[in-house]
């Protein structure tokens, strides 16, 4: 009699509870084939609004619409069974008042299955993380480097350089963690201070470009796969996938050119 093994996906709550615990892995995704990959490895696959920059070649996240997101997420959570799919909230759907983030996370929620969303911005935001989990929705937070805001910030900068702006990082990382959220993504922060917040903090911290004290790591998928020609200084890269992409469409060309690809005959064999 065969078995069937059930694959249960992993919640929120059981990253929440990860702290301090084995690392957190966690990747992005932005559709099913990859999604199908990652899910194999990771605890998180993110359906990133970086998807504007590394899919659509925008110069920020700030044009990413809710819809793309949404079929985005779709696609991810139909690729995956296992890791916690967390879908960002893209700009100008969630800042405006807690209600209008219920509305949209709600929309999210509802129509790609994933099991929970990411919004940028700490101490602000902590009424609006407050609002949503009380209401079953599950919020991973990100502050430090929050790319939305890169008109206020002055650019993809790194955040506290500058001693002085370290309690200003820890409130908001501390705000995030009061307000509910089950984990919190620690951007583009100097090593020692997201060291200092990860061993305060009580809710599990994400670093990309952060520290080794972090209770996980995420990175964009393309970065750590070679696949983004100028990938950020942080990223170690674990693939050569943008060389075997050029290798094998240089392949297929010369097959073409030289009418040396399988021919129809092999595929479609006469009766
Ligand atoms: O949009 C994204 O991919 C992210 C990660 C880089 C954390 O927010």
Redesign the pocket.
């Known amino acids: 009699m065969s078995q069937e093994i059930v694959t249960r996906r992993i919640t929120a709550p059981e990253i929440f509870g990860r702290k301090g615990g084995e690392p957190i892995v966690a990747l992005?995704a932005y559709h099913a084939n990859t999604a199908r990959i990652v899910d194999n490895h990771a605890d998180i696959l993110?359906v990133?609004?970086?998807l504007g920059m590394v899919l659509y070649a925008m110069d920020s996240?700030l044009g990413v619409p809710l819809d793309l997101m949404i079929a985005h997420g779709r696609a991810v959570v139909r690729g995956s069974k296992r890791g916690l799919v967390v879908v960002?909230m893209p700009f100008g759907s969630y800042e405006e008042s807690p209600a209008v983030a219920f509305r949209n996370a709600a929309r999210i929620m509802a129509e790609t299955g994933c099991g929970a969303v990411?919004l940028e911005g700490g101490v602000r935001m902590a009424d609006t993380i407050r609002f949503l989990t009380e209401r079953g929705i599950p919020v991973m937070a990100?502050v430090g480097l929050t790319p939305q805001s890169i008109n206020t910030l002055g650019g993809f900068k790194t955040q506290g350089r500058d001693t002085a702006l370290w309690p200003l990082i820890k409130a908001d990382a501390q705000a995030v963690a009061s307000a509910g959220a089950f984990a919190v993504?620690l951007?583009g922060i100097v090593e020692p201070l997201a060291a200092e917040i990860s061993r305060e903090s009580s809710i599990p911290t994400i670093g990309?470009g952060g520290s080794r004290e972090c209770d996980g790591q995420?990175l964009?998928l393309e970065d750590m796969l070679g696949y983004n020609p100028k990938p950020p200084r942080f990223v170690k890269v674990y693939g050569e996938v943008g060389n075997a992409i050029d290798a094998a469409v240089r392949s297929y060309a010369d097959d073409v050119r030289s009418r040396t690809f399988p021919g129809d005959e092999n595929v479609y064999p006469l009766k």
Do not use: A, P, Q, R
Request: glycine residues 8%; charged residues 30%; aromatic residues 0%.
């Open positions: 992005t993110l990133g609004d970086s996240t960002d990411k990100h993504v951007e990309i995420i964009v």
